[in-house]
């Protein structure tokens, strides 16, 4: 075994020492950090492959992820800048929501910002009629593109993740979602945001606002992360995607069926960050050794 490395494997073995405590000493990440009713899958997000996992393809409830899906179609086919009628679809709409009423019109921008930074169940139905002109319409399109991806396991009943029967995902088809949906710039900018304000006008004319917070509470707290998309439903418990960006590398891990999701992300994400950046200093280290032998 030659001195190179020898000298390069016990370099390694102190990046290994000095990485296994978690960032900010948040939560012990685990080798296999689990919750034993989640599923969960973390990718590296250039080439799609998985660092780790739970029950990655387990069928389950997606809740309001389901709000990313819709994101992608209505960024594909509509401008920004487009106004929107809202019109029935937002009457009676059940959870979080926007507070819009028929009649009111806004910016397809807005309606976006509502949906991603909200969780707007109204937002995601004023979009789904203006984008496809019926709700039904809209869920056809979203199943097409679902199948367009390769989601194996993902079918959709409705544009706001409701609880519905037959409306299922699982964290590998999410992550594959993600990782499409982050390639535009767009939307990875609106899930970014912590705060926004938005203005429409009513039936009358009036001047409405919405002052919005992000619902990912990861957002400022965890280094690195950018987004994307929490969800909640009694059904489908406690969701979350999240992407991360480290000199290291950049990641996705999808959470589903989570009973403390940041509790759970904050251990898969330091997890995920030690083996990368582990990976990274062990490359660096064979290509570049610090010693002359």
């Known amino acids: 075994m030659s001195r190179r490395f020898i000298a390069a494997a016990c370099l390694i073995s102190v990046f290994t020492f000095w990485l296994s405590a978690p960032l900010n000493g948040a939560v012990d990440a685990p080798k296999d950090p689990v919750s034993g009713e989640s599923a969960a899958v973390v990718i ?90 019926s709700q039904e319409g809209f869920v056809g399109m979203m199943n097409a593109r679902a199948q367009s991806i390769g989601l194996a396991t993902t079918h959709f009943v409705n544009p706001s993740g409701l609880p519905a029967p037959g409306h299922v995902s699982s964290a590998r ?59 909640t439903t009694t059904e489908a418990g406690q969701c979350l995607v999240t992407f991360a960006q480290w000199d290291a590398g950049q990641v996705i891990l999808v959470l589903l069926k989570s009973a403390n999701r940041y509790a759970e992300s904050i251990a898969y994400l330091d997890h995920a960050y030690a083996e990368l950046q582990l990976g990274r200093a062990g490359s660096l280290l064979l290509q570049n050794s610090l010693f002359s032998f």
């Open 44 to 133: 590296d997000a250039h080439t799609g492959s998985a660092l780790s996992s739970n029950s990655p393809d387990r069928v389950l409830a997606s809740a309001s992820l389901t709000k990313l899906m819709t994101a992608l179609l209505v960024v594909e086919k509509d401008k920004l800048s487009d106004t929107v009628m809202v019109g029935r679809e937002v009457f009676g709409v059940e959870g979080s929501v926007l507070g819009l009423q028929p009649g009111d019109r806004i910016t397809v921008e807005n309606l976006l910002y509502g949906l991603l930074v909200h969780s707007g169940n109204d937002a995601a139905n004023a979009l789904a009629v203006y984008t496809a002109g």
């Open 173 to 231: 088809d999410i992550a594959l979602l993600a990782r499409t949906v982050l390639q535009n710039s767009v939307i990875r900018a609106i899930t970014s945001t912590k705060e926004a304000e938005l203005t429409w006008q009513d039936k009358k004319g009036r001047t409405r606002r919405a002052e919005l917070a992000n619902t990912n509470r990861l957002l400022g707290l965890y280094p690195g992360v950018t987004g994307v998309k929490t969800g």
